[in-house]
């Protein structure tokens, strides 16, 4: 048994005490020793910056700021344009609506892309990564061949048209869940990156050692590659979710069934469109009038929350994604 | 007979069984390697029916496509539709709105990353910079829906913040030009959106090349006496050059390729003269106007991708003569 030694608090307090003093002349005298004093010049210069940098954080929030603010007020202040920033007259109103059954059931929309979102990406890290390994290894015979047909495909396509036939008439998936989630399932871009990712990280020397330990090419991608590479499946997965999540062109094209269409179909035609969403019956009564103005609102700040929420812990992740995928060969 | 190989004047002839051998050793090398064959079979058969397949239909943009006859029994009608469209009167009109948008964007929003990228670097307070990075990087995240839709709501004349601004420089109940139904300010409202979006987004591979920047550089210029900005002038602009001038390159090389998402939904009534860019045209006039227009409309988004390509590869031609890296 360790007797531990018991301090009074009125030494405890005289320890702390003692310790902040020292922090103190320690950061007094970092800042001593970095003083090559700003010329007039300089200082200007930073504040002029500064107040530059502080204009634009202003111009991208307030913008933001302002949906989100509206979402939550009253819809005749909102009408009125009473609303700047912040919140007048708090009500969730707004978001009540989107519970409510009408034309487009935003609650639908929304599980549909969570869903669409999901299999997609998962469907597209898979494919990705089936093809970048095999394609990373550099003495694959045919390799360069088939890595010159991938790049083809980024300046070539086959456009709008032959893409919806293809979809509609010779697979017959328009018009399911199917179109969604297989379109933009490689991305040429991503797979280079993670081809990149992995040439450059996984060193020859661990294949070598593998493969005398008795390890297949299958065993030594499940096992070794892929727990290398988190970093850039992290990278991968940020930019195809977010594609998947942001991607309403392919419903507008392949889906009219109502109950298939994913949010951004349906951000569209409430918003742009000026469409109804509340019940047909007391579509033109005032009460709709105003819930249809806020539905707007709460509807965007509903389709980008579950973006902001990811963004924080992938950021650090896409800025290293960038860098990879600028850096050739 | 057994050849030995023969140099002679100094080319190395292969003999027979030097072939062979090469021949053997290839073949059981792809033998080895059939696990990763495997893994390619999935990957490379989705490129070819996703990817190769809708090529092959590009075929309808020299035929008279009607479902009835099909992709391959369709009448030829050889560069009619191109002709056709090159004839057209609105041919000029989606070349100049396309045209316009690009180079508009491309002059505002290229240098304007850049600046953001320089500025962020002079700071000095390491969480300011922080914030400013985490809070531009965020709208490049929205999709276009929410741009155009945040668009709509904002530049609303009676409800839109943009009201209150105008009331500040024009004084109350000042008339608020209704920016999202009128044709002539559709280029600026387009481009200066983009730019709201990207410009942080943009500017990340400014700031991890201004990182490589060598600190001496900093030291030396100060202890001679140089402020920041000029600093900023002859150390950091000259840095990351190169950096600028690939990205320039491969901004330019698209200069005709603007997608559709965002003209479509943009558009309406009153600004169609001047948002009805090529893409946006093959949507309405082919895909929504029935199989009559799809030989037609294939045919002008192949005429656009060859154009595209022509001017990718002519930049990339031009940047490999200067010296500087291309793309191939």
């Known amino acids: 048994m360790v007797k531990s030694i018991s301090k009074s608090d009125a030494d405890i307090k005289e320890l702390r005490a003692k310790r902040r003093e020292e922090e103190r002349l320690i950061k007094q005298k970092m800042k001593a020793s970095r003083k090559i004093n700003d010329t007039f010049e300089d200082k200007v210069f930073y504040i002029v910056i500064n107040v530059i940098l502080t204009l634009l954080l202003l111009v991208i929030a307030v913008p933001v700021l302002y949906i989100l603010a509206c979402s939550f007020s009253d819809a005749d202040k909102v009408i009125a344009g009473n609303v700047v920033a912040w919140p007048v007259s708090f009500t969730m109103e707004g978001y009540e609506a989107i519970f409510n059954n009408g034309t487009y059931n935003v609650m639908t929309a929304f599980r549909n892309s969570i869903f669409y979102t999901a299999v997609g990406t998962i469907l597209a890290l898979f494919l990705t990564y089936l093809a970048a390994y095999p394609l990373a290894r550099k003495n694959l015979p045919g390799g360069s061949k088939v890595m010159m047909l991938y790049t083809i495909t980024m300046f070539i396509s086959g456009g709008m048209i032959p893409g919806y036939m293809l979809i509609t008439d010779t697979l017959n998936i328009g018009n399911t869940v199917w179109p969604l989630i297989i379109c933009g399932a490689i991305n040429v871009q991503n797979m280079i990156i993670a081809r990149t990712f992995m040439s450059n990280s996984i060193p020859g020397e661990l294949l070598e050692a593998s493969q005398i330990d008795g390890c297949d090419d299958f065993g030594f991608f499940v096992k070794i590659v892929m727990p290398l590479s988190k970093a850039s499946i992290a990278v991968l997965a940020l930019y195809y979710a977010i594609a998947h999540w942001n991607n309403f062109m392919n419903a507008l094209l392949y889906i009219q069934k109502d109950a298939l269409q994913p949010l951004q179909i349906v951000l569209r035609a409430i918003i742009i469109n000026n469409e109804a969403a509340t019940q047909a019956a007391d579509e033109f009564s005032d009460k709709a009038e105003r819930v249809k103005q806020l539905l707007k609102y709460s509807t965007i700040v509903v389709s980008v929350v579950p973006v902001l929420i990811i963004y924080p812990f992938v950021q650090k992740h896409f800025v290293k994604g960038v860098m990879i995928g600028s850096v050739k060969g | 007979m057994v050849n030995n190989s023969v140099t002679t004047a100094n080319t190395f ?78 041919f000029w009109d989606l070349f100049k709105n396309t045209l316009t948008i690009s180079l508009y964007s491309l002059i505002c929003s290229f240098p304007l990353s850049v600046v953001l990228a320089l500025c962020l670097n002079v700071v000095r307070v390491e969480k300011f910079k922080k914030v400013v990075q985490t809070v531009t990087y965020i709208p490049h995240f929205f999709s276009v829906v929410i741009i155009v839709g945040m668009m709509f709501q904002i530049f609303n004349p009676h409800m839109g913040i943009f009201k209150h601004i105008v009331e500040l420089f024009a004084g109350e109940g000042a008339a608020v030009p209704d920016l999202m139904g009128n044709g002539e300010a559709f280029y600026h409202t387009y ?76 558009q309406n009534d009153a600004n169609i003269k001047y948002s009805q860019l090529i893409s946006t045209y093959v949507y309405n006039e082919g895909l929504m106007k029935g199989f009559k227009q799809y030989s037609s409309a294939t045919a002008i988004n192949l005429f656009n991708s060859i154009i595209n390509f022509i001017c990718i590869w002519s930049v990339n031609q031009f940047s490999k003569k200067v010296g500087e890296s291309s793309l191939w």
Do not use: C
Not at chain 2, 64 to 70: A, K, S, V
Not at chain 2, 219 to 233: N, P, T, V, W
């Open chain 2, 13 to 90: 002839v292969e003999t027979k069984e030097m072939r062979a051998k090469r021949r053997t050793s290839l073949r059981k090398q792809i033998f080895k390697s059939w696990q990763l064959y495997l893994m390619l079979i999935l990957p490379v058969g989705y490129l070819l029916l996703f990817s190769y397949y809708p090529m092959y239909g590009l075929q309808i943009a020299f035929k008279d496509y009607t479902p009835n006859l099909g992709m391959v029994g369709s009448e030829w009608v050889g560069i009619q539709h191109f002709v056709n469209f090159i004839n057209s009167q609105i």
């Open chain 2, 191 to 266: 481009v200066w959106s983009a730019i709201w979006q990207n410009l942080g987004f943009n500017s990340i591979i400014y700031i991890a090349a201004l990182s490589s920047v060598d600190t001496e550089l900093y030291e030396s210029a100060q202890i001679d006496g140089a402020s920041r900005f000029k600093i900023m002038l002859h150390i950091d602009i000259p840095t990351i050059l190169p950096t600028i001038v690939i990205m320039l390159i491969l901004r330019s090389g698209h200069i005709l390729s603007l997608g559709y998402e965002k003209a479509l939904l943009m």
